[in-house]
């Protein structure tokens, strides 16, 4: 199967490269190739999503972008100039990790949560209350600085566990799956706050998730992934204009867009030949 | 208001029936076992009524608590004693015990290495290990502690060790990613996850050092060194009077109660915001 270019026009917000991944392969020591020559331009202000079946490497290939496992092979080129641009892994410190579940100090409360981050960092308790009451009104939680996790739902978990990624204000956040979990009335809301966000404050983004709907909501770029081996399968650019809203979810243009993302997913999915078809 | 009040009015059989049984276990939860008990200590003086046992064999329960009021001061005296080497070697056993688990915690090799030894200390019966240790050690004090300790110390050892290697593996990549130190990881993540578990080993450990405590008094009292409650049950025994072997035997246990019942409600109050353990059960 050769790779398809859905669309190769840059997207709604284009910027300078911040992160490339070249020719980037990753082989866990238990033979399974999860990765295999993945060419990847992250530019600053991207909302990019990676799409694709489990097995497919999104999680991997994040994980690597956050520096917490390392390429087999290839590079990955921090190119953008300031705090992120000095070595290869990047400064964790300027990139911010939400995971699929909230992962949150169930003992701490969500003031201290959100905290965390810049107290590992030493910044005292006062100094850091303003930022992170910011950040907590930024998710609409606040008064629930003294709540601890099991007192909140999974929504509002998950929205501590963004006020805790981007209490440092990182210049990338990364996303795997983080509302997988979550109903789908939950899921819109966070949705939509979540491009909030990211038009107010202007990061970049790095979404993983197995949702087409999702993906093509929230991204100007989504990169459909197929696995056996893990590779990126094909770019879709999603040209619809940002604020996007519930009427933009109810839109053609969004069905439309739907459709052909759903295609190309289709296509990754059915690339994968042999015996082991549907996951492991 | 009004509304909820009709909604209890409204209360279907099933849920009717749900509520009185609630209410029942409420009150049968301690009212039960306070009958079962106060119905076994009448039964055990009838039948020493009944079979005209003298009291050198089986005391009345009435001679018993006579005795405990009587020997007061005999008793008691001991029982600080027993107590004194019962909460230091429980404050060793804490001490040790964690502290050896952050030490197993910071590599595999040390923990791999040395948790060995604290199954040997572990599963040798102390007094199998006591006549050493009286010949190694002169304070009498000292003797009864390391007796105590080693009794006590394990469960907080394995516990601990269990608890500071049982931390979600995506709350340590955070603290990876933020460029956490050993020592931040140490005391904002692991220490606080450890902690339910280190409370469970504390509970154990808590009995265990009574029973340390106890037992060393007892090896050691057999060669006359001693004058915690053992001593006294000793003593009690050669002189065939039992009223004071029960009132020993009454107070060691109501202790061990006690211990167990203070270190349940810590640790209630220290977990009971965020730990299932702790949780009022919610249907």
């Known amino acids: 199967m050769k790779l398809e270019k859905v669309a190769q026009q840059p997207g709604s917000v284009p910027g300078p490269t911040l992160l490339a991944l070249r020719g980037v392969g990753k082989v866990f020591s238990n033979g399974v190739t999860a990765l295999s020559n993945v060419e990847l331009t ?21 994980r690597l972008i956050a520096g917490l496992s390392t390429p087999t092979s290839g590079v990955l080129d921090w190119r953008g100039s300031g705090a992120l641009g000095r070595s290869n892994i990047g400064d964790r410190s300027n990139i911010g990790f939400v995971f699929q579940e909230p992962t949150l100090l169930p003992w701490a409360d969500v003031f201290d949560n959100v905290w965390l981050p810049l107290r590992l960092k030493g910044v005292s308790r006062a100094k850091a209350a303003p930022a992170v009451m910011e950040m907590l009104a930024r998710v609409h939680l606040t008064g629930f600085e003294n709540a601890v996790p099991r007192e909140l739902s999974g929504g509002m978990k998950m929205r501590v566990s963004i006020a805790r990624a981007m209490v440092t204000k990182p210049r990338i956040l990364l996303m795997d799956e983080p509302f997988a979990a979550l109903d789908e009335i939950t899921r819109f809301k966070l949705n939509n706050d979540l491009l909030e966000l990211w038009q107010d404050e202007r990061f970049t983004v790095v ?3 197995h949702s087409v709907f999702e993906s093509v909501f929230l991204s100007n770029r989504v990169v459909v992934m197929a696995a056996r081996p893990g590779r990126v399968f094909a770019e879709l650019a999603v040209d619809a204009p940002y604020p996007r809203d519930e009427a933009f979810r109810t839109s053609p243009d969004y069905a439309a867009l739907c459709r052909q993302a759903s295609d190309v997913l289709i296509g990754a999915i059915n690339s994968t030949a042999g015996p082991h078809h549907d996951g492991h | 208001m ?3 009040e009709e909604q209890i ?6 849920e009717a029936r749900r509520v009185r049984q609630e209410r029942f276990e409420r009150i049968g939860r301690w009212l039960l076992p306070l009958a079962i008990m106060i119905l076994a200590i009448w039964l055990w003086d009838r039948v020493c009524v009944w079979n005209d046992i003298p009291k050198y064999i089986l005391p009345r329960p009435g001679v018993v608590l006579q005795t405990l ?24 056993a804490v001490v040790g015990g964690v502290g050896l688990a952050v030490l197993f915690a910071q590599s595999k090799w040390v923990e791999m290495s040395f948790f060995p030894f604290a199954i040997v ?12 240790i009286n010949i190694y050690v002169d304070n009498q004090t000292t003797k009864l502690l390391l007796c ?21 593996r995506n709350l340590r990549d955070l603290f990876k990613l933020n460029g956490a130190t050993r020592w931040q990881q140490l005391r904002y993540l692991r220490l606080p996850a450890a902690m339910p578990y280190f409370l469970g080993g504390l509970k154990i ?29 000793i003593e009690a025994g050669y002189r065939l009077n039992a009223p004071r072997l029960f009132a020993a035997l009454i107070l060691i246990s109501l202790t061990g109660i006690l211990i167990f019942l203070v270190l349940s409600l810590i640790s209630h109050l220290i977990l009971r915001r965020w730990h299932e353990s702790a949780l009022r059960q919610e249907r």
Do not use: Y
């Not at chain 1, 530019?43 to 999680?59: A, N, Q, T, Y």
């Not at chain 2, 005999?74 to 070697?89: A, E, K, Y």
């Not at chain 2, 105590?148 to 979600?168: E, H, K, Q, R, Y």
């Open chain 1, 42 to 62: 992250i530019r600053e202000g991207d909302f990019l999503s990676l799409l694709g079946p489990s097995g497919c490497g999104k999680s991997t290939a994040l």
């Open chain 1, 207 to 209: 979404f993983v998730t």
């Open chain 2, 2 to 4: 009004t509304a909820i």
């Open chain 2, 9 to 14: 009015l409204a209360l279907d059989p099933e």
């Open chain 2, 69 to 92: 009021h009587d020997d007061a001061g005999l008793l008691f005296s001991s029982l600080l004693v027993t107590l004194r080497i019962t909460f230091l070697s429980l404050l060793l």
């Open chain 2, 121 to 132: 200390l572990q599963v040798t019966p102390i007094v199998a290990i006591f006549p050493l």
């Open chain 2, 148 to 168: 105590a300790w080693i009794v006590a110390f394990f469960p907080i050892l394995s516990n601990t060790t269990l608890g500071l290697n049982s931390v979600d």
């Open chain 2, 205 to 233: 450990a808590g009995g265990l050092s009574l029973i340390g405590a106890v037992v060393a008094e007892f090896v050691a009292g057999a060669t006359g060194q001693s004058s915690g409650l053992a001593s006294r049950i």
